[in-house]
Structures are given as C-alpha cells and as structure tokens.
C-alpha cells in the first residue's frame, strides 16, 4: 500500500461510479421492455444474462424446505441469533404517533405509519448474501410492513443459494423471486402478471441495479444508490499491524474498487501494515479483487498528531470507521461523519457486518455527512394531524389570512375566512 503524508494529501474521496452512457441505455430499455411486456421480457432476459428459462419466477415451499433440510444446522442457529441481535437493535428505533394539545381541545400531532409493501434486492449469482436478508428484512417487519418480498438473479441451475433462502425462511419470508438486474427492479416498480408492484425498493446490486433505482426513483422510494465499501483505521502505535491488515482487507475482498485506509501518527505502524497487506493478499482466495483494490484505491495516511486524522477522517465520513488507539472512546466522541464506527481492537467491521444487530445497510462516497444506516425510519412514513375547533379556528383565522395575503394567495386566505361560527346550513 502507498504510504503518503497526510499533510500532503488529504484528497480521500474515491469518484462514484455510476456507470456509462451504453450502461444507462439498457437500463432505460430494460424497464421499459418489462413494463410493456411484463413476465415475457423478464423470462427473455433471465435466459440472456442468467443463463437459465423459468417457467415459474416464485421460489416453491419445496425449495424453501429443501434448502432447510440440507443446510448446516450450526450455521442456521448462528443466523438465527444474529436474526435476534438485530431484531433487538432496531426495536430501539421503533417511533410512535404524538399529539400536541392546543387549548379549547384542539390539537395537532404526527401518525406514523408502516408503508405496505417493499421489496428487497439480495445480490446472487455466484455469491450468496444471507446477511442482505437479515438487515434489509428485520427493519422493515420492526416497522410492520404488512408485504416484504425478495428478488435475488439464480444460478445456471435457476436456483437460489440455500443460505438465502434459510435466512428468508428464519424470518417469515416466503413470497420470493428468481430474477435479478434492472428487470427486477422493474417488475418492483411497475409489476407484472406474476408480481405485484412495491412502494419501496431497498438492497445492494451491481451498476446495472444501481442505474435502474435511480431511474425509477419517485415511482417508487429507495434507500440509496450505494457505491463499493470503504473502510477508514484510525490507528497508533499501540495498534498490531496484523489486525490492522486484516481489517483494511475484509473490505478489499468486496470489490476492485473498495476503499481501504489506514490513518496513523506512527510511522512504523504504517511500514508494518503495508508489508503485512501485501503479506496477506497472497493467500486471499479473493486475492485479484483485494489487490485491485489496495492498489488503485488503498492508501496509509501518516500525520503528526491525531488531531490531523480527526480532521481529515470528518471530511472523508467514511462507510466504516474502526478506532484502534490507546483511547478509542475519547477520539470517538470527536468523529462526526461515519456511517458506522467500531471502537477498539476487538470490534473489527465483520462484527458489524454479520453479528452485533446494527444495520450494515451504510452510506458510501462521504455521504454520512448527511445520511444514515438502513433502520426502522426507512420502512415507515409520518403523516401531520390537525384538528381546529371553532373556538381556536376564531381565534387564529385573522393572522392566517393576513399571512396568506402577505404571500399573494388571496383564495387561501378567503378558505380560512369562509367559516364563518354564526354560519348555518341549509336545510331545505
């Protein structure tokens, strides 16, 4: 990895990627074609990019079973408790309706209600990311979202990876499809004779997903566009360079261009890690991708005093902060931007990515300056109450209406004025 003063360079930001004009183009194509022609075009291009014809999208209870009965038993009571770890940690997140009493017993106040159906992408293929079900599925049933449906490309085989479908299994989930890309989304938005349209769309994909979010964005909501991972260390010379290589690592495997940094007052710490990174690439089974991304986008930033690193790690606001100093709790409380921060030597990212109950679901591309973690608030909508008796209605229509002709809008002001307490219906 490339050691470099922080002093001389402190341009952290990684360019997001959102893909070429001729990407873009089939995605626009894609969604139109499935919103045409529904099951028929999504049938026509599983064949092309997923190598596979589907007579019937819909995961079957027998496949779900399947997988159940053949998966490792150890492995499903891990997932199982970290189901419940997260489950615990979003409860906490839970809002509830409130009222504001006004005198002469009105009121005005916010309800807050579940959205009725979302729909999660969980990346497939050759991969398998039970982990996207837990932290996309749990929030959303914490919230009470009546309908949760996955979508996830099969294999050649037009199947899914058994761990996915234990984790949807583990939750309750049995409306799952075998279709992934743009057309997914698209069947999401718009539906199809199979699949009944969405209000929400959440869950990582490649760029072809990413694009086709974007573009039906309003259609429907989303979480996020999220670019490649990032993970910053903010590391001293009480830090082992071993722990630290593997850390910075764990991110590198996901993706060419994941971004992995390390910040650090001590010089030697930097040596060391970089040796070790290069030391531990050799035996990633992963190794191509880790070293792609160490290095087009790693880098090890030395500065002169923590307070340098504190500085530049707010203007980074990174995906993944890990905190690995003397008092990892003091520079904690200093760190304003991150999407999550793992505090000490022994809470090293993966814990967060599988295990703790915070949501992995993270902002990317310094966007933590702004946005938040996947949680509870992302699968529900508030909506404003009021309620106006005659008696407050009499008291406050005047500076309503003043307000009003003050901004031009003469009809707001005569609706308000239109009520008029001595005012009785006809009758006849």
Same mark, same amino acid.
Request: hydrophobic share 40%.
């Given at each position: 990895?490339?050691?470099?003063s ?8 990684r360019?997001?990627? #959102? ?16 919103k045409?022609?529904?099951? #028929? ?10 190598h ?58 916010? !309800? ?18 039970p ?18 449906? %996955?979508?996830?490309p099969?294999? $050649?085989?037009?199947?899914?990876p ?11 989930? +049995?409306e ?32 072809f ?5 974007? +573009? ?9 566009i ?6 910053? %260390? %903010?590391? $001293?010379?009480?830090?082992y ?38 030391k ?17 986008f ?22 993944h ?6 008092n ?20 090293? +990212? ?40 005659? +008696? ?9 209406a003043?307000?009003? !002709?003050?901004?031009?809008?003469e ?18």
């Open positions: 990895m490339q050691i470099i922080l002093s001389q360079d402190i341009s952290l930001k360019p997001l990627d #959102m893909g070429n004009a001729q990407q873009l183009e089939t995605v626009r194509l894609v969604l139109a074609d499935v045409n022609r529904g099951d #028929m075009a999504i049938t026509e291009y599983s064949e092309k990019w997923d596979v014809k589907l007579d019937n999208f819909r995961v079957s209870i027998d496949e779900i079973n399947h997988a159940k009965a053949s998966f490792d038993p150890v492995l499903q009571k891990d997932m199982e408790e970290a189901a419940h770890n997260i489950r615990v940690f979003h409860e906490k997140q839970k809002r509830f309706d409130y009222e504001v009493d006004l005198k002469n017993t009105s009121f005005i106040g916010q !309800r807050v209600s579940p959205l009725e159906s979302v729909g999660l992408y969980v990346p497939g293929g050759l991969a398998s990311y982990s996207s079900v837990l932290m996309n599925v749990i929030p959303a049933q914490v919230a009470g979202v009546e309908r949760i449906v %996955i979508v996830s099969p294999n $050649d085989q037009g199947s899914l058994d761990a996915v479908l234990v984790a949807a299994s583990i939750l309750g989930i +049995e799952i499809y075998k279709i992934g890309g743009a057309q997914a989304i698209a069947a999401l938005t718009y539906g199809t004779e199979s699949i009944k349209p969405v209000d929400k769309i959440t869950g990582p994909g490649n760029i997903v990413a694009l086709a979010k974007r +573009e039906v964005f309003g259609l429907v909501a989303i979480d996020m999220a670019g490649p991972s990032e993970i910053a %260390i %903010i590391a $001293d010379d009480t830090a360079a071993d722990e630290v290589a593997a850390d910075l690592l764990s991110q590198a495997e996901h993706d060419p261009m994941a971004c992995p940094i390390l910040l650090t007052t001590s010089y030697l710490l930097a040596d060391e890690v970089a040796n070790e990174v290069e531990q690439l050799s035996t990633l089974p992963r190794e191509k991708i880790a070293r792609a991304s160490v290095e087009n790693g880098r090890i930033y030395v500065a002169e005093t923590m307070t340098e690193i504190i500085n530049a790690v707010n203007k980074l606001a990174p995906e902060l890990e905190i690995m100093t003397l990892p709790q003091e520079i904690a409380q200093q760190v304003r931007h991150a999407g999550a921060i793992f505090i000490g030597r022994y809470s090293s +990212e993966p814990i967060g990515d599988y295990f703790a109950g915070t949501n992995h679901v993270l902002p990317t591309n310094s966007t933590a300056r702004f946005s938040s973690p996947l949680s509870v608030d992302d699968f529900v909508k508030k909506t404003s109450v009021i309620y106006y008796s005659e +008696e407050t209605w009499r008291q406050h229509s005047p500076k309503v003043r307000l009003a !002709r003050m901004e031009g809008l009809a707001h002001a005569r609706a308000v004025e239109s009520r008029s307490w001595t005012k009785e219906k006809d009758q006849s």
